[in-house]
């Protein structure tokens, strides 16, 4: 059975992605995908886990094909956002080189950055402030799906989903990421950026008085 922190831990991400990526809609397929049951989040404890630790994960991940999408939350790692970015390509090749090849993408998210609305790629990083440094990890074939979907095609992502089939059916050389961000950027735009900041500063608000509330044994 988990800890009362690691629960807190679980709680406080999924605060993340049901108010920020769900709620403003960052991420086309996140919703789809935690509510078939195709997301995995797994709690990693240790300010410096080992290298073949968290590999040891990504690889478990990798073999379990119905998770599409996962999260390996990092809370107790003392690592700054350039640093974990480090770490991540680190991981990304060690996993790259294994004897089934890339089979999970990856990317780092960290609590500190900031806002930058100069171009799509700049925001990136002010968007994934999750609570504690995360490494989201997505399965390459389903991205490789979600690429080649059409409006009649059956992805793992949900075919109903209007912004989603505008996004792919979008007469565009990019890659679906820059898509995406570039999508975000809009919608940041047009809902404000003191709309986003409020919903990210309540959530760390909520990790701070809840590791605070830890600490002190309640």
């Known amino acids: 059975m988990s800890s009362a922190y690691e629960r807190e831990v679980l709680r406080l991400q999924r605060r993340y992605a049901e108010e920020v990526v769900e709620a403003f809609g960052f991420c086309p397929y996140a919703a ?11 709690v990693v404890r240790g300010a410096s886990p080992a ?7 990504v690889e478990a991940l990798g073999h379990d094909e119905r998770i599409e999408v996962a999260f390996l939350i990092l809370p107790d790692l003392a690592l700054d956002r350039l640093a974990l ?7 990304r090749h060690a996993h790259q080189a294994g004897a089934r090849g890339l089979v999970m993408t990856m990317e780092g998210f960290h609590p500190d950055a900031e806002c930058d609305l100069g171009s799509a790629g700049r925001l990136v990083p002010f968007l994934r402030r999750t609570p504690f440094p995360t490494v989201q990890l997505t399965r390459l074939s389903a991205l490789t799906r979600v690429r080649r979907s059409a409006p009649s095609g059956t992805a793992f992502v949900d075919p109903s ?58």
């Open 32 to 42: 789809t995908a935690r509510r078939e049951g195709k997301s995995a989040e797994i």
């Open 51 to 57: 290298d073949a630790q968290l590999l040891a994960e």
């Open 85 to 91: 970015a480090r770490r991540v390509e680190a991981l």
């Open 161 to 218: 989903s209007p912004e989603l089939l505008a996004l792919l059916s979008r007469p565009s050389p990019e890659p679906v990421s820059e898509r995406i961000a570039d999508d975000n950027l809009r919608t940041v735009r047009a809902v404000g950026m003191a709309a986003v900041e409020r919903a990210i500063a309540a959530i760390l608000r909520d990790r701070d008085d809840t590791l605070a509330r830890l600490a002190g044994g309640e």
